[in-house]
Structure formats: C-alpha cells, structure tokens
C-alpha cells in the first residue's frame, strides 16, 4: 500500500498543483490588505428623481462610484458620468447632493447649469463581477426568436449555403496543428563512458484532444543502444494548463526484456512557468511505477535561457530484472544552457547529475556500477 | 436583387493607373504611390455605378524582399474605391485565387446578404467565379474592404474606401491622402496561427529577462515578476503577433520605402487613416505637428486636438493636420509593443525626409490588464470622493482591494450561461470602463493623446430611446492553447447565435476577461459607446477596441434584419474561435 502511495504520490503532487492552479494562483502571495467589499445588494439610484436620461433601470452609472482616470487631470467637476442633458434650469441638479466636502478652491463648475459638453468618463454599467447572486438577464424578446434560422438561405437557397456554413465554423476555431518537438537530442561525458539519448514527443489535434506520443532512449557510444520507450498517448485537456494522458508504452531492451506498459499521466504548466509531466505505468507484469519530470526556463537575455529539469522515477515494488528498486528509485537534475537561434532551434550544454536510491542502488552497485553520476551534456533542443 | 453569376470579363478598367511605373511602384495604386499629391477626382481610382475587381495572387516586394500576396486587380493595397452617398454601385469581383473567396465592405451598411462573409451572408466567390455586389450608398465618410476568407486579408486582400457625402461636407480640408496601415509577413498565415497554437510567445523577443532584472531595464520587480509567473500569465504579451515577423506597411510601403504624401505649407490636409492589419494596433503620431480628429469609422465627431492616438484593428480616423514651412513631417505608426514601426511622410517636394524617432519602451502590462481595479486610477482620489454624498456607502466608493483569497478564475464573476472551462483562463473580477483611460503604452507620454470618451458624434444620435433590455459578452482566452472565444466558447462548437428582435434597443456591455485587447466589430451596424458624455452624441463605431481586463458599454438599436457577422478583428483570434452571428429578426415581410 505504501508503495503504491509512493508511485502515485507524483501525480498526486501534480493533482495538486493543478487543483492549486483552479483554485488560487494567489496563495501565499503577500498582497496588499484588507479585503474587497461588494455591495451585496443593487445599489439603489442615489439620482432617483433626478432628470438624468433613463438608461435601464439597475444601470446607475454611480454604482460603486469607479470613476475613470480623466486622462487630462480632472480639471472639471467630478460628477463623471451624471449624463445631465442640458435642461433649462427647472430643478437644481444638485439638490440632494451635499458637495459641501468638495475642494474648496474650485469654483462652481456648474454655472449656468449647462452640463451638456460635460465628458467626464463612461458609467460603470454592473457585470456580473458586481453581481455574486448573478441576475439573469433579460429575457429575449419572442420577436427575436423568429425565422428563418439561416437569413441567406432565403435568398441562395440552403443547399447553397451549407458548405460555406461548414467553412465558416471551420475556419473560426477549429485549428487542427501538428507538432514535434525534439526536447533533448544529447551526448554525454563522464567518468565512465560516453553516452547519448534522445528525448522526443509530438502530438496532432485541436485544443482539446490530440493524439501525443512520446520517445525516449539511451545508450553508450560503445554498448550501443541500452533501452527505448515509445509511448501512444489520448490527451484531453482538462484544465485551462493541465492535459489528462492515457495510453500505453513499449519499452525495448537488447537484452530481450520488453515490457508493455499502461500509462496515466497528467501533462502541463504549474505555476510560475513549471512544465511538469507526470505519469503511472503499470506493466503487464503488474509492476506499478511512476515518473514526474519538471523544467524551467529561466530566460537570461531573449536568446539565451537557463534550464533546470529534475526527474523523479519512482516504484511500486522490486522489480530485479530491470534493476529497479521499491520507493524512490532514482533523481536526476540537470542544468541546461541553451542559445535559441532561432525559437525552434537551441544547441545546449548542461551538467546532469544522477542518483538511485535504496535497492536500486543496490542492484547496480552489485554490478559494479557506481548509483551515483555528473556528466557533461551537449545537445540540441529542436522543434517544428 | 442579385445573384452570383459567371463573368469571365477581365476586368482591370481604370484599376491599375500606376502599373507601367518601375519596380516597387508596379505594385501600387497610383494614390499609394510615393510622392503622392493626395486624392483627386482625376487619378485612377475606382469610381461610378460599376466597379469590376478581380482577386488574384501577385509578387509583393518589400525591403528588397519579395513573397507571395493575395491582391485586387494586382495592387497592394486594393484600389481605393470613390463613392458617393447616394449613388448605387455594382460590384462585380472576380476570383483567380484556387479556392474561395469575397469582399466584405468594412463599416458600409448594406443589406445583409452584401456584406461578404460567406457561411453567413452569402456562399462565398469559388475560384473563377464572380459575384456582383449590388447595394445603394447611404452614408459617407472612410471605410474599407477586405477579404472574409481564410486569412487571406492578412495577405494582402484589403484596400480603402471613400465616400463623399451627398451634401456639403462638414470637414474642411484643401487636400486629403488616404493612409492605408498594414503588417506584412513573409510567413504565410497558417503558419503564423500554428506556431502560435505550439508556442504563444513565439514573436514575442521583448520577455523580461534576469538581465533586465539586473539591470533595472525590464522596470519590474521581482516581486511583480513572482506574480505573473504565479499567474502563468507573460506582462510582455502585448501583441501576439509582432514586429519581429512583420514589416508594418503604409499604403504598401514599409518604412525604408518611406511613403511620401504631397502638401503646400499651410493647408489643411485631411489624413484618412485606416488600419488595415490582421493584428497590429498602432500609436500614431506626427511629431511636432498636433492633430484634429473629426471622424472615427467614418462618423464625423466634433473636433479633438490630440498629439497622439492609438487605433486598433479595423478603426478609422480622420484628422486634419495643417503642416506648415518648407519641411518634411513624418508620420510613425508604432506597433503598440514597440518591436516596430511604419513609416511615412508628408512634404512639400518629394525626396524631402524629417527625423523619424527611436522606438519607445515596450509596455509592461498591469494588473488592471488582468482584470482587477487596482490602483492606477489616474489621480482620482477616493478619500475626496468618498465626501461625495451620493447616497452610496463610503465603503464602497473607495474599494480595496486584496490580492490573497482572490480567484482570478471565479465562475461567479462570469455570467450563468458563460462556460468556464478549458478556453478560460481568467475571468476578469472587478473590470473596469476604461474608456476614459489613455490606452496601453500611452499612460505616461507627455502630451494630448486621444481617449474614447474624447469622441463626440456630431450629428445627434438618430435613436434615443433608452434601451429595453441589456446583455453582457465576455471576451475569453487561454493564452497558453492561444484558445480565444465568446462567454467561454468557440464558434466552432456550435454556439448559439446573439438574437435581437428587429428595431430593439440594447445595452451591450462587453467584458474582457483576457489580458489582451481585443478590437469588436459588429457587422450591418454602428453602436453608441457609451461614454458618458453629452447626451444624444454617443459616438458611433463600427468597431471597438475592448482594453485587456476591462469593460466597454455600447447601445445597439438593431435594425438590420438578417444575420451578421459578430467577431475580434485580430485576424488570429477570430481563426482561434472568437467569432459568432448576430441575427436580427423578423426579416422583411414576415409577419412581426
């Protein structure tokens, strides 16, 4: 059960980031006090009675008396928004509005009454920011409802308007895009032997669901490739930053040991510019294991841009043959440099440090492997 | 009543006056071309009761580079169209493109299945078919016309239009030059939308960085930079689409070619100014020289002074400039991120140059860019205002605010129907009218610049009666799927159109809950925006632009029966989704 708390947990890390995110991307920021109040009534028209012109009737322009910076100072009265027409003087305008904590020093600015080139800034009309209990709004009138459905068809015909009409909803929010994206191309060095590996996905679709798949592989310049993964993946987005992920992953080893793989993973942007992606694998074998990766740009000019990435393997149980150890069975952080000559093309070097931990260890210590590596990296990030 | 029918004719009568000049010029109307006196009745733009135009491809060379355009009658921008209010003009528009495509007249009000957007008003041009357009003019002033298929307006596809009034005009001016604003891209348009949809800061060169941190040049604190990034939101998202992809032409000219119109010192020349980009706000300015706005989508407003303004997409302004002395003035439309700038000038002789500025910084965004009405309000003091006695609490004339506990994604800030959902990733929660504001970028420059509650119509309002009902419309976004849409949704999935009943009167208040800006345009009307100013000249739009995180009030009496286009005129964001139809009914002859 700990175990398969411990696979888990990264995604559980990134449920959390994401419910986070749907929640307060705020929280545990020390923003200024105190807290905002809302008229939790209609502000009743403080100007009933007054001759102003009658916009609809919960529109007072005052509510919660949001002036507008007048641009030039406000070198005019600032009773932005009053929409006085200009009446000959039959009621004092003013009655009823005590201005007597106005600026003294201002001279009447309503001599003569005529507001009529009064402009002093738009009516705060309420939205439904202003209005928790949400008013409906109001109904339509039945007159609009009329036919036909489709004017045009009344004078092309409909037979005549249907493909322009597929057209039209096509090419007004259904963007299909396809993408490859190469995230490390790269050969390493270090105290052993020289290494590579290819980190690859792309994926096909529109906004919400794509086709992903994703490769990784590894090797020695002189063993020759160690291991593959391919995964094929269904990806729905199912928060504005976070894709749900769900397919399965073929694993080939030289050694004859491939497994198939189910995967659930959750793939996206936590706060503060984090590109996480974290999955479960559960084999065929029954092995329960998981993998959390996380990487940040950290722009040093426009071109030339810092990337920390940290991976996490994590694992539900022993699984020997693949020298894979119960708990956390490996980290790697790496630091890339990178110069994008142009956004779809940036060579890097990097250091990557590695290590396994308990039985993990353990195995490869028990081969004569060292559980604990920094090398050097060189490589390109790619995309088209 | 017309009916699209086939017309082989070749049809270039009187388009291409300048076609037999050399090289760059080849590819200009003659009223584009540099050196320009200005508009006059004997040039060779398109005028009368019938007017032939043919879409075709066509070389377009800029910058001593050369790519692939989608023009009328071979000329970048499209012929300028002189017509009368009036007068009844004959269209007729041919297609030599491969695929489909129209002509949507831009701020004319015609009848319904003329206004050129096809799966709405009419099928569409196929290829090597043509359409006659057919309607009577009823309004003059600066418009223009553009394509509404598949992005080919973000390639060429667009040009000017003028109308004279029927009546005296109430502008005076001894001379006039239509300036046609344009982004030019050598990459083709899908490929700008998908490297969008792949990576949405892909233009974007201007991001703050550790050594702008450093060094102070970014002018944001870390603190600032926490937060945005806390918010997965970029403060240098300002335009998506930008100066380090496009060359910003005027009358097809980039700055290097510099576009040169004619004056005689001491006159008033009247500078029709039209912003024809697929997603390109621009500031504009002459420096030393003010400005006099008298009209905006074509409606005359009563005369601003101004040194600067800021149009949108799809906007138009007319101003009278009066330059005087034996010197040349240049004319800077700078893209609103300031990664880039066109250029031309006004002279008296041709060949004569002025100074043309350095760009400005590029603005950082703010939090009243996300929505919340912080601060930044212009030196209105709440205490002062607080001693108002309007009948309303002082609590709530001077509302604070508290960033902790706040959701910036808060389905109860939305209306019921709006779906909050993977297409929105905010929901603006205290947005504010900022009509009265200086726009993006313009805050804190030291002289007259334009705000729309500037804008006074100056004919009085033709329909003043208070509206019956009103209606609020989010503008949505993800910036991060580059995802855009109206109340949550994209017109792709099959939304419900915006109904009014014919001659109603509504009161539209649009809430941005994207931190872009995003220009609105209305198809078959003009709408009052309501500015609070004098009452019965509510100015007239066709086209408004909605400031990022804010809420822009308009009075619609909709009286055009049929069904209308409805849409954001960054060409991407209407590509991404942010389109839907407005439909007004009954029709004519049904029972009502």
């Given at each position: 059960m700990n175990r398969l708390a411990a696979a888990l947990a990264p995604l559980i890390l990134a449920a959390g980031a994401f419910s986070a995110q749907a929640q307060d991307p705020h929280a545990g920021h020390a923003m200024p006090p105190p807290p905002r109040t809302q008229p939790a009534t209609p502000v009743p028209d403080p100007h009933a009675g007054h001759q102003t012109p009658p916009p609809v009737a919960a529109q007072d322009p005052h509510a919660g008396h949001v002036m507008p910076p007048a641009s030039p100072p406000p070198v005019t009265d600032s009773h932005a928004g009053h929409r006085m027409p200009a009446q000959p003087a039959t009621v004092d305008p003013h009655a009823g509005h005590d201005m007597s904590t106005m600026a003294p020093a201002r001279a009447d600015p309503h001599a003569g009454h005529d507001m009529s080139t009064m402009s002093m800034g738009p009516p705060d009309v309420p939205t439904s920011a202003d209005n928790p209990g949400r008013p409906p709004e109001d109904p339509l009138p039945a007159a609009a409802l009329g036919g036909p459905v489709h004017a045009a068809d009344l004078v092309f015909g409909a037979d005549a308007m249907a493909a322009s009409r597929r057209a039209l909803v096509r090419e007004n929010g259904d963007v299909r895009v396809t993408a490859v994206i190469l995230d490390r191309l790269e050969a390493g060095f270090g105290d052993d032997e020289e290494t590579w590996l290819w980190d690859v996905q792309g994926w096909s679709g529109g906004d919400i669901n794509r086709f992903w798949w994703k490769s990784e592989g590894e090797g020695g310049l002189d063993d020759g490739l160690e291991e593959t993964e391919l995964q094929a993946l269904y990806s729905r987005a199912l928060t504005p930053f976070w894709d749900v992920q769900a397919g399965v992953r073929q694993d080939v080893r030289p050694d004859g040991e491939d497994t198939t793989h189910l995967v659930l993973g959750l793939q996206g942007l936590a706060p503060y510019w984090w590109e996480v992606d974290a999955a479960a694998f559960l084999s065929t074998d029954g092995d329960l294991t998981a993998r959390v990766e996380a990487e940040y740009d950290q722009r040093i000019t426009q071109r030339l841009i810092l990337q920390p990435r940290l991976e996490m393997d994590l694992s539900a149980s022993d699984i020997p043959e693949l020298e894979i150890g119960s708990g956390l069975s490996s980290v790697e952080a790496g630091l890339r440099l990178r110069y994008e000559f142009r956004k779809e093309f940036a060579p890097y070097v990097g250091v990557e440090w590695s290590r396994s931990f308990g039985d993990t260890a353990d195995y490869i210590e028990a081969r004569g492997g060292e559980p604990e590596d920094t090398r050097f990296v060189v490589g390109l990030k790619a995309w088209f | 009543m017309s009916t699209p029918r086939l017309d082989r004719r070749m049809l270039l009568r009187g388009a291409v006056g300048g076609g037999g000049l050399l090289g760059l010029q080849g590819l200009l109307p003659a009223w584009a071309q540099t050196g320009s006196p200005g508009l006059r009745a004997d040039l060779p733009t398109l005028t009368g009761p019938n007017i032939d135009l043919t879409v075709g491809h066509s070389a377009f060379t800029v910058g001593g580079r050369t790519g692939h355009a989608v023009t009328m009658n071979g000329v970048l921008p499209a012929p300028l169209l002189r017509l009368r209010e009036g007068q009844n003009v004959r269209l007729s528009v041919t297609n030599n493109l491969d695929e489909d495509t129209s002509i949507h007249w831009h701020g004319l009000l015609v009848p319904f299945q003329m206004d050129?957007?096809?799966?709405?008003?009419?099928?569409g041009i196929k290829a090597r078919e043509t359409f006659v357009y057919e309607f009577p003019i009823k309004q003059s002033g600066t418009f223009w016309y553009h394509s509404h298929s598949n992005l080919q307006e973000a390639m060429g596809h667009y040009g000017p239009i003028v109308i004279d009034p029927a009546g005296p005009d109430p502008i005076g001016y001894d001379r006039e030059h239509v300036l046609v604003l344009s982004d030019w891209s050598f990459m083709h348009p899908h490929e700008i939308l998908a490297k969008l949809k792949k990576s949405p800061g892909y233009f974007n060169q201007q991001r703050t960085t550790l050594s702008g941190l450093l060094s102070g040049e970014d002018r944001m604190s870390l603190e600032e930079r926490r937060m945005w990034g806390g918010m997965r939101m970029d403060p240098r998202d300002v335009l998506d689409v930008n100066g380090s992809t496009y060359t910003y032409l005027i009358n097809g000219h980039g700055p290097e070619e510099n576009w040169t119109g004619l004056f005689r010192p001491g006159e008033r020349v009247r500078l029709r100014i039209i912003n024809a980009s697929a997603m390109s706000i621009f500031n504009i300015r002459i420096p030393g020289l003010p400005m006099t706005v008298v009209q905006a989508d074509g409606e005359n407003v009563r005369p601003v002074e101004v040194d600067e303004f800021q149009i949108s997409v799809a906007e138009t302004y007319d101003v009278i400039v009066q330059p005087t002395g034996d010197r040349a003035w240049t004319i800077v439309s700078e893209a609103i991120d300031r990664s880039g700038m066109g250029r031309a000038t006004l002279a008296p002789r041709p060949g004569m140059t002025a100074e043309v500025p350095p760009l400005r910084e590029v603005p950082n965004l703010t939090m009243r860019d996300m929505g919340m009405d912080h601060g930044g309000m212009g030196g209105m003091d709440h205490g002062a205002m607080a001693g108002m006695d309007h009948g309303v609490p002082a609590a709530d004339a001077a509302p604070t605010h508290d960033m902790a506990g706040m959701n910036m994604r808060d389905p109860g800030n939305a209306p019921p129907d709006m779906a909050v959902g993977v297409g929105v990733d905010m929901v603006s929660m205290d947005p504010a009218n900022r009509l009265g504001e200086r726009p993006i970028g313009l805050t804190d420059v030291d002289h007259r610049v334009l705000v729309y509650t500037d804008l006074v119509s100056l004919q009085p309002n033709k329909d003043q009666r208070p509206p019956s009902r009103t209606m609020e419309i989010h503008l949505t976004g993800n910036m991060e799927r580059f995802m855009w849409g109206f109340d949550g949704r994209k017109f792709s999935e099959l939304v419900e159109p915006i109904r009014f009943e014919r001659d109603e009167r509504v009161r539209v208040t649009l809430v941005n809950d994207t931190m872009m800006a995003h220009p609105i345009h209305l198809h078959g009307h003009f709408f009052e925006l309501v500015t609070g100013g004098p009452a019965g000249h509510q100015p007239l739009k066709h086209t408004v632009n909605v400031a990022p995180g804010s809420k822009v009030t308009f009075d619609l009496t909709a009286d055009a029966p049929g069904d209308w286009a409805f849409h954001c005129h960054m060409l991407m964001h209407m590509h991404a989704g942010m389109f839907n139809v407005v439909t007004v009914r009954p029709m004519d002859g049904a029972p009502s």
């Open positions: - | 050129g957007v096809p799966g709405i008003s009419f099928p």
